[in-house]
């Protein structure tokens, strides 16, 4: 499957002169970086498209086709499908609408048989297509209202075009990186099971994340899954689990939601991490992301400079059924010589509001050295006059090269806060808003590994 993500010669079949229009859109999403290849408009009405030229047919252009895009009406899709058929395209990503999801079953009929055919692999119909980091962009949203993301390690498999690319533009904005995102609506002879196991083999990819109404083959499915996320965690939220949510999902995307609690107990047996909501899933998607050292067991040390944060700390973790590490004498000692003397050393460590940035280096550091810790959960209150964001953010880049254990941060307040989480971010370190998100993340995180 890999021209789908790493196509060098693409045809946009539809590719059009008028601005806005959906082969508008995608035509220009190949011109220039990151996409490396050769791109061509096929248009039988236009000379050319966007200073290209455009070929009346397929047959017209010279050399081999990785990849064809369609993306003009349904009703002449069954005709576009014969000419790559023809023409030995054996990749085609269908972002036309108007089949089984409209209850069109006779062009859906017609369409899958004209694909077996010619031995033709299809994302879609009725879909967004493929992101790659690599540069195969089919998504008909431009990019000044779809932001992009930065090349990285999640790939992102969405049954829904329209609430995956919310949530890919939404993490583009919080700063995740994705190496895939693919949207593949009804599923004609793609579907997310084969998408899945395509990732778990793709070194690209270090984490799956999935979006699903409906899933077609319930048993192969669990089995691929099962094996996957022995490797690598796969994260996945489930649309219609409501009874009217479900009977909307025919209309959307042609498939059967059923009931919620069966694939519940079905993504628990295959190893699949549950996000009830798109908060829970951007916070296990930050600390997958991440975090790339594997957790010694649960034990937790919380650092905060806000004594109310260290006891919201200790109610979250006892919540998700973690653990409060038990410091040893030798490092509670070493930080009593380095620390005022009412600061309060255990756990939780309390650095007290006039916390600098050195208390934060010394107490991580030492933390860090103790075999009692397996995780450090330091909070950042940026409210308290001397929590320096120049300095912080120096120190937690330094740390991050040092630190042998998972460190996750937390930050909450406005502006300043947000601004300060988005710059910890960028270090590499998850910072997370509240101390609940935090342990909630982090329950998942321990689990994988253990």
């Known amino acids: 499957m890999k021209n789908f993500f790493q196509a060098k010669r693409v045809a946009i079949i539809g590719a059009s002169k008028e601005e806005g229009k959906v082969g508008n859109v995608i035509f220009q999403n190949f011109l220039g970086l990151p996409f490396k290849g050769e791109v061509f408009a096929v248009n039988p009405t236009a000379e050319e498209v966007m200073g290209y030229p455009a070929y009346k047919k397929l047959k017209d252009i010279p050399g081999k086709i990785d990849l064809a895009v369609i993306a003009i009406p349904a009703k002449y899709v069954i005709k576009a499908v014969e000419e790559c058929g023809k023409e030995k395209i054996k990749n085609l990503i269908i972002i036309s609408a108007g089949f089984k999801e409209i209850g069109n079953k006779k062009l859906d009929n017609q369409l899958q048989k004209m694909l077996s055919k010619y031995k033709i ?31 990285g390690t999640i790939s992102f498999v969405s049954q829904s075009g329209a609430s995956g690319s919310a949530i890919l533009d939404l993490a583009a904005e919080q700063g995740y990186g994705f190496s895939k995102f693919i949207s593949y609506g009804n599923a004609m002879n793609i579907n997310e099971t084969d998408l ?20 077609s083959d319930g048993k192969r499915f669990l089995d691929v899954c099962r094996k996957i996320s022995r490797k690598k965690p796969i994260i996945a939220i489930k649309g219609g689990i409501s009874k009217k949510a479900s009977q909307a999902t025919l209309s959307h995307t042609g498939s059967m939601a059923g009931q919620a609690e069966i694939y519940f107990g079905a993504f628990k047996q295959a190893g699949i991490i549950t996000a009830h909501n798109l908060e829970e899933m951007f916070d296990y998607l930050r600390i997958f992301e ?25 109610d979250a973790i006892e919540h998700f059924e973690l653990e409060m ?10 930080l009593k010589n380095k620390m005022p ?34 995780i450090i959960m330091a909070t950042i209150l940026p409210q ?18 040092q630190i042998k254990k998972p460190l996750v941060t937390i930050t909450t307040g406005s502006k300043y806060a947000k601004e300060l989480r988005k710059k910890i971010e960028k270090t590499g370190i998850p910072c997370f808003e509240f101390p609940y998100n935090a342990a909630r993340a982090l329950k998942e995180f321990t689990s994988f590994f253990s």
Do not use: M
């Open 121 to 151: 692999k299809c994302i879609g119909p009725n879909c967004l297509g493929v992101y790659s980091s690599q540069g195969v962009d089919t998504l008909f949203l431009p990019k000044f209202r779809l932001k992009r993301p930065k090349p």
């Open 325 to 334: 590490a038990e410091p040893s004498k030798k490092t509670t000692n070493s």
């Open 384 to 401: 308290t006059p001397l929590i320096g964001e120049k300095s912080i953010i120096a120190a937690l880049k330094e740390l991050k090269k």
């Open 290 to 314: 991440k975090i790339h050292i594997k957790p010694k067991g649960k034990k937790i040390q919380v650092i905060t400079n806000g004594g109310g944060y260290g006891i919201l700390s200790t």
């Open 341 to 374: 003397a009412i600061a309060v050393i255990k756990n939780p460590t309390d650095l007290l509001g006039d916390a600098n940035t050195q208390r934060y280096k010394d107490s991580i550091t030492a933390y860090n050295k103790d075999k009692n810790v397996d």
């Open 196 to 215: 899945i196991e395509y990732l778990g083999e793709d070194k690209e990819t270090k984490v799956i994340c999935l979006y699903v109404e409906g899933i």
